[in-house]
């Protein structure tokens, strides 16, 4: 397996790539704060619709497995810069750029195939990253807030149906905010003054029921712990399994310090009569 990164922002792909340097002969660089670099390991730096010069560079280097890591950032359509294969790319997409991010995520998937490569996911390259399930924080939610982890999770299941979002805010049963394309921090941020008096909020997060499980999986770190406690939450319940728990003893380091809980959740124990 000759593996060749699509990165973008964060520590993940950073991670991966130091833990399969052996394997590693390509990176890509697709927003200009990625910055993952390995000695000796070929670099390209390029635009999202630069599509020919990103498959000849990988060809070139004999990648023939591709991972898709780190934060993108969606463009609209207008502001890419196509290349000639670029622009077929972005008429065989054209239905999925209207959608929702998993809908166009499973047709990048499909025509990287389509042009030889197989794709795989982080959890292919590292499985630890998963949330395992059960209670990982020295603090544990409350019966009322397992109800209203419960409620999240039906939230999350109904939203992602319709392709938006990973993550929703609850608190004493009510929908303080759901994820749209601000993403998780800002979503806290922008929750942390809508809440009631007592217990604070919590913050559930999952993965969609149609989620293409190689690409964008939902993904939390130690900076998302200290934006919850920063707002006066409660906790974070995580879809065991389905996401990804980055830095986890400093995750649950910072939890423990703060009196916040971290629980992996199984999906199958909720369901719509919860709500």
């Given at each position: 397996m000759n593996l060749g990164f699509l990165c973008g922002k964060?520590?993940?792909p950073q991670l991966l790539a130091e833990?399969?340097?052996?394997?590693?002969?390509?990176i890509v660089h697709l927003e200009k704060e990625a910055e993952v670099c390995l000695p000796g390991v070929?670099?390209?730096r390029t635009s999202i619709g630069k599509i020919g010069t990103i498959l000849q560079f990988l060809r070139e280097q004999s990648v023939d497995t591709i991972v898709m890591t780190g934060a993108l950032q969606r463009p609209t359509l207008s502001e890419i810069s196509f290349d000639s294969v670029g622009l077929k790319w972005s008429v065989s997409l054209s239905r999925q750029f209207f959608r929702g991010d998993d809908a166009l995520l499973r047709g990048i998937v499909a025509l990287l195939e389509k042009e030889g490569f197989a794709v795989v996911g982080v959890q292919d390259l590292m499985a630890t990253l998963l949330t395992p399930s059960g209670i990982l924080?020295?603090?544990?939610?409350?019966p009322e807030e397992e109800r209203d982890i419960a409620v999240g999770f039906n939230v999350i299941e109904k939203l992602g149906l319709m392709d938006i979002g990973q993550a929703v805010?609850?608190?004493q049963g009510l929908v303080l905010g759901v994820e749209a394309?601000?993403?998780?921090h800002a979503l806290i941020t922008r929750c942390a003054a809508l809440q009631r008096t007592g217990r604070g909020a919590i913050l559930v997060k999952g993965a969609k029921p149609q989620q293409e499980m190689r690409v964008d999986l939902p993904t939390i770190g130690s900076e998302s712990i200290c934006a919850l406690h920063t707002a006066g939450f409660r906790g974070v319940a995580l879809e065991a399994r389905k996401t990804i728990l980055l830095d986890r003893e400093e995750v649950l380091a910072k939890s423990n310090a703060h009196g916040l809980f971290?629980?992996?959740?199984e999906r199958s124990?909720?369901?719509?009569?919860?709500?």
């Open positions: 964060g520590k993940l833990a399969h340097k052996e394997k590693t002969c390509a070929p670099c390209l924080s020295a603090q544990s939610p409350t805010v609850i608190q394309i601000e993403g998780t971290v629980v992996g959740t124990a909720h369901d719509d009569n919860d709500m």
